[in-house]
């Protein structure tokens, strides 16, 4: 072999164009390459980079074969030193981005056509500056009509009441935001209520897939895992929450990060940051913990009759016929709440203050009463945490110990026996009855439902012990 001739390595990188080569914040390596016109990001250890330099070395070598595995791993690794070194950091997003003061939505679709919007309107553009990733489960969106109207969606899920529909359209308009906590939508009702219909309407309008609900995961990771592939988390037929993926929940609402080897073989340890909008639907209560419940929208839905019934694909082709009148609703929508948000003043701010101001913002465009989405969204947090305290004994004990008075003090042998005597603990599993050790903490999750119910608690520690204390709101 001549000692002058090259690499296939060597010709692979000669045949490159310019590539833009940066690094994300996991210290991965992402080029963004020009395929049929359209920009593509692609991050370089990816099946589908390696298949874009197995063509590029094919075109420039007229050869019909592709080169060798090591030569293609080579310039990987060449180009992965390249954008760690000399790119820069840059977000990447997956189906929607806040960025500065627009938001973009990728439709999916074959000629790379994204969705912006802006305090003036929308328009459909192409190859935007926008990191968008693409993975195999995203399906197409239609291109949204400009006269399009949200409230055409009513006919399409399933709803109690008005302020229920309301409850939705704000958790709706939250899901198109990067930049905030996002609220957790849980969808309660009984079999035939259309909880899973409704969850896969929400998707089409959000993040199309080919997986609109999947089981919840067992653990921390698996869901950080999930939402690395995707932008909305839709999980089915929810039985329970354990503690702790409630409490991976509220990371994902409010911004969290895992670390994990299972996704990244090639890196020793990844660091997987995420926030995510989360839909939970299931029968009974599916969440419990007060934490959690801050965090929620919650939606009771109803039974549907028999005869109201819909054979299910004539049910899509209705929807399909909307769809694009819906999804320019929709951006109509957030159009007008970036331009008015900065305008809007809360009297009060709730836990999830940022959702409640977007959702206020766009109260004009939607015909709603000025205010009126605080008061709804209250209304709903005020009903499930008192909900909550009054279907866990222990809460219902410390209700039923307060009515006889309007302060109690002591310790926690003193409480569990003042309580005791207030119900039949025979009648309770041990599990939801707390040990002496559990009680403070119990208390303290039990409290912001308390509080709702006019009982506020608190603990004090002198030489000898520690005392509680529970007082009723005169």
Same mark, same amino acid.
């Given at each position: 072999?001549?000692?002058?001739?090259?690499?296939?390595?060597?010709?692979?990188?000669?045949?490159?164009?310019?590539?833009?080569?940066?690094?994300?914040?996991?210290?991965?390596?992402?080029?963004?390459?020009?395929?049929?016109?359209?920009?593509?990001?692609?991050?370089?250890?990816?099946?589908? *980079?390696?298949?874009?330099?197995?063509?590029?070395?094919?075109?420039?070598?007229?050869?019909?074969?592709?080169?060798?595995?090591?030569?293609?791993?080579?310039?990987?690794?060449?180009?992965?030193?390249?954008?760690?070194?000399?790119?820069?950091?840059?977000?990447?997003?997956?189906?929607?981005?806040?960025?500065?003061?627009?938001?973009?939505?990728?439709?999916?679709?074959?000629?790379?056509?994204?969705?912006?919007?802006?305090?003036?309107?929308?328009?459909?553009?192409?190859?935007?500056? =926008?990191?968008?990733?693409?993975?195999?489960?995203?399906?197409?969106?239609?291109?949204?009509? =400009?006269?399009?109207?949200?409230?055409?969606?009513?006919?399409?899920?399933?709803?109690?009441?008005?302020?229920? *529909?309301?409850?939705?359209?704000?958790?709706?308009?939250?899901?198109?935001?990067?930049?905030?906590?996002?609220?957790?939508?849980?969808?309660?009702?009984?079999?035939?209520?259309?909880?899973?219909?409704?969850?896969?309407?929400?998707?089409?309008?959000?993040?199309?897939?080919?997986?609109?609900?999947?089981?919840?995961?067992?653990?921390?990771?698996?869901?950080?895992?999930?939402? *690395?592939?995707?932008?909305?988390?839709?999980?089915?037929?929810?039985?329970?929450?354990?503690?702790?993926?409630?409490?991976?929940?509220?990371?994902?609402?409010?911004?969290?990060?895992?670390?994990?080897?299972?996704?990244?073989?090639?890196?020793?340890?990844?660091?997987?940051?995420?926030?995510?909008?989360?839909?939970?639907?299931?029968?009974?209560?599916?969440?419990?913990?007060?934490?959690?419940?801050?965090?929620?929208? =919650?939606?009771?839905?109803?039974?549907?009759?028999?005869?109201?019934?819909?054979?299910?694909?004539? *049910?899509?082709?209705?929807?399909?016929?909307?769809?694009?009148?819906?999804?320019?609703?929709?951006?109509?929508?957030?159009?007008?709440?970036? +331009?008015?948000?900065?305008?809007?003043?809360?009297?009060?701010?709730?836990?999830?203050?940022?959702?409640? /101001?977007?959702?206020?913002?766009?109260?004009?465009?939607?015909?709603?009463?000025?205010?009126?989405?605080?008061?709804?969204?209250?209304?709903?947090?005020?009903?499930?945490?008192?909900?909550? =305290?009054?279907?866990?004994?222990?809460?219902?004990?410390?209700?039923?110990?307060?009515?006889?008075?309007?302060?109690?003090?002591?310790?926690?042998?003193?409480?569990?026996?003042?309580?005791?005597?207030?119900?039949?603990?025979?009648?309770?599993?041990?599990?939801?009855?707390?040990?002496?050790?559990?009680?403070?903490? /119990?208390?303290? /999750?039990?409290?912001?439902?308390? /509080?709702?119910?006019?009982?506020?608690?608190?603990?004090?520690?002198?030489?000898?012990?520690?005392?509680? +204390?529970?007082?009723?709101?005169?």
């Amino acid at each position: 072999m001549s000692k002058n001739k090259k690499s296939e390595a060597h010709l692979i990188l000669e045949s490159l164009p310019d590539l833009e080569l940066f690094k994300s914040e996991l210290e991965m390596g992402y080029a963004k390459v020009v395929v049929n016109n359209n920009k593509k990001i692609l991050p370089l250890q990816s099946e589908e *980079f390696k298949r874009y330099l197995i063509y590029l070395y094919m075109t420039a070598t007229d050869n019909i074969s592709a080169p060798k595995k090591t030569a293609i791993d080579e310039v990987v690794s060449t180009l992965e030193a390249k954008a760690f070194i000399e790119g820069k950091l840059e977000s990447l997003y997956r189906r929607v981005a806040k960025v500065e003061d627009k938001i973009y939505l990728d439709l999916c679709n074959s000629k790379n056509e994204v969705v912006e919007v802006s305090k003036d309107g929308w328009s459909i553009v192409r190859n935007p500056e =926008v990191n968008f990733i693409r993975t195999k489960s995203m399906l197409p969106l239609p291109r949204p009509k =400009v006269d399009g109207k949200l409230e055409l969606l009513k006919e399409f899920i399933n709803f109690r009441t008005e302020d229920d *529909f309301k409850l939705l359209t704000g958790w709706l308009l939250s899901a198109f935001r990067t930049d905030m906590p996002l609220p957790i939508l849980i969808l309660n009702g009984e079999q035939g209520s259309a909880k899973s219909t409704t969850t896969k309407v929400l998707n089409r309008l959000i993040d199309y897939s080919e997986i609109p609900v999947r089981t919840l995961p067992n653990n921390e990771q698996d869901l950080a895992i999930a939402a *690395f592939h995707t932008w909305l988390l839709s999980f089915d037929n929810v039985s329970g929450l354990t503690g702790r993926m409630s409490d991976s929940l509220c990371k994902m609402s409010t911004g969290g990060a895992q670390t994990t080897r299972k996704l990244f073989e090639n890196y020793g340890e990844a660091v997987l940051k995420y926030r995510r909008p989360v839909i939970l639907n299931g029968i009974g209560d599916i969440a419990q913990r007060q934490d959690l419940l801050d965090r929620a929208v =919650v939606n009771n839905l109803p039974s549907i009759n028999q005869e109201n019934r819909q054979f299910e694909k004539d *049910f899509w082709q209705r929807f399909e016929k909307e769809w694009p009148f819906i999804l320019g609703g929709i951006m109509n929508t957030l159009s007008v709440a970036l +331009k008015s948000e900065g305008s809007v003043h809360l009297d009060e701010k709730p836990r999830m203050a940022d959702f409640v /101001r977007w959702v206020t913002a766009a109260e004009g465009y939607l015909g709603w009463p000025n205010g009126e989405f605080l008061n709804i969204y209250e209304n709903n947090k005020d009903f499930i945490v008192k909900d909550v =305290v009054y279907s866990d004994p222990f809460g219902f004990a410390v209700l039923t110990l307060m009515e006889e008075r309007d302060e109690w003090e002591g310790n926690v042998n003193d409480l569990l026996s003042a309580l005791e005597r207030h119900i039949f603990k025979k009648h309770i599993e041990y599990k939801d009855w707390p040990t002496e050790r559990k009680v403070r903490e /119990r208390l303290s /999750r039990l409290s912001p439902g308390l /509080r709702r119910c006019g009982i506020y608690y608190t603990s004090s520690t002198n030489k000898c012990s520690r005392y509680l +204390k529970l007082k009723r709101n005169k």
